[in-house]
């Protein structure tokens, strides 16, 4: 008996969903990325307004001063959606877990000399609450942003800077053998330690100020700009050696974080600026602005974290985050001559409580 097997091709009717073609020009096969991002965010037949904001559309474009012709022009290049993204996370905590107990085991942070991990108590420990304060801003951003492509990274940066602020709890609990006593005092640093006071001031100032774009900015472009390279990359280097850079291994999670948000921060930034003159000229003006009330507030946190080198140090990040602004399309100098129509004073950003 002879059998004949035949094969028949299915092809799909469309192969994609018709507000991805739209997006991506046409019907043509599509990335999950794409699927799970491009024309996501409802836009019209709203049942309600909001009643704190009754001249608003719950998504309006209107709740920033940057204009986008199309808001999914914005792409994250590490092209993450909630599959992609807890999968990546999922696969970092399991390393950083495993350092965590390498370094609990063999009392690397707990040996330290005194001067050591008194330095780390008021210098790293701290920062889990500016790691809340960054969680409420990017949670704000997602709240009021408009677009997908903005928001969904947007809440994933937020859940991120929760984790961070947990890493830095579990290693401030190294100190002093789980007694909690370091997140005590890390609290009290935060809330009464003149060094601080202006970082603690300045996020205070972030979390009023409405423009949900320039709060994009000024939290994850400048003040991280500014915090992460001081303190993840100047103060670990300094300090991890009298820890057999056990200080270094527990925070590497923090630095590569670091860098690969990077990436899609300068990518947002670098698009809305492309946009239009306008939009670079707006941008440049948040920039200027809290550039300076950023910088100014760090001081003081620089000088307790590297003594007589902090200022250098901070000076050092200034300039390299001014460059790196310039790549993204922001004036990072401005003539005040020529700008002092659209440069807001540098002791009043927009939001900021004197």
């Given at each position: 008996?002879?059998?004949?097997?035949?094969?028949?091709?299915?092809?799909?009717?469309?192969?994609?969903?018709?507000?991805?073609a739209r997006h991506i020009g046409g019907d043509k096969p599509a990335s999950r990325y794409q699927e799970a991002t491009l024309g996501m965010q409802p836009m019209v037949n709203f049942h309600y307004r909001p009643l704190w904001e009754p001249e608003r559309e719950l998504y309006d474009q209107r709740r920033t001063a940057i204009q986008m012709a199309d808001w999914y022009t914005f792409k994250d290049p590490r092209h993450f959606y909630y599959g992609v993204y807890t999968m990546t996370r999922a696969k970092q905590q399991e390393g950083a877990d495993r350092q965590f107990e390498f370094a609990d085991k063999r009392r690397l942070i707990a040996q330290?000399?005194?001067?050591t991990r008194a330095s780390i108590q008021q210098?790293?420990?701290?920062?889990?609450?500016?790691?809340?304060?960054?969680?409420?801003?990017?949670?704000?951003?997602?709240?009021?942003?408009?677009?997908?492509?903005?928001?969904?990274?947007?809440?994933?940066?937020?859940?991120?800077?929760?984790?961070?602020?947990?890493?830095?709890?579990?290693?401030?609990?190294?100190?002093?053998?789980?007694?909690?006593?370091?997140?005590?005092?890390?609290?009290?640093?935060?809330?009464?330690?003149?060094?601080?006071?202006?970082?603690?001031?300045?996020?205070?100032?972030?979390?009023?100020t409405k423009d949900w774009f320039e709060l994009f900015l000024a939290q994850n472009l400048v003040f991280d700009g500014l915090v992460y390279p001081l303190i993840y990359r100047q103060?670990?280097?300094?300090?991890?050696?009298?820890?057999?850079?056990g200080l270094a291994m527990l925070t590497e999670f923090m630095s590569d974080w670091h860098d690969e948000t990077t990436r899609w921060v300068d990518a947002t930034v670098k698009t809305a600026a492309d946009e239009s003159p306008a939009n670079a000229q707006q941008l440049t003006q948040w920039y200027q602005v809290w550039i300076d009330e950023l910088a100014r507030a760090i001081e003081p946190l620089a000088a307790l974290a590297l003594g007589a080198a902090g200022s250098e140090?901070?000076?050092?990040?200034?300039?390299?985050?001014?460059?790196?602004?310039?790549?993204?399309?922001?004036?990072a100098k401005v003539v005040a001559a020529a700008t002092a129509s659209v440069v807001k004073p540098a002791t009043a950003p927009a939001g900021v409580v004197a």
């Open positions: 008996m002879q059998v004949d097997i035949k094969t028949s091709d299915v092809r799909p009717i469309r192969q994609t969903f018709s507000h991805v330290a000399d005194e001067a210098v790293l420990v701290p920062l889990r609450h500016y790691e809340w304060g960054a969680n409420m801003n990017n949670d704000y951003v997602c709240a009021y942003g408009y677009g997908t492509a903005i928001t969904q990274p947007c809440i994933f940066a937020a859940m991120d800077r929760l984790g961070i602020a947990q890493y830095l709890s579990r290693l401030g609990l190294q100190l002093d053998g789980n007694q909690g006593k370091s997140l005590a005092a890390g609290k009290q640093a935060w809330l009464e330690l003149p060094a601080w006071q202006g970082v603690r001031r300045m996020m205070e100032n972030l979390f009023v103060y670990i280097n300094a300090v991890s050696p009298a820890t057999g850079n140090a901070l000076a050092s990040i200034k300039d390299d985050l001014d460059a790196r602004a310039v790549r993204l399309g922001i004036k």
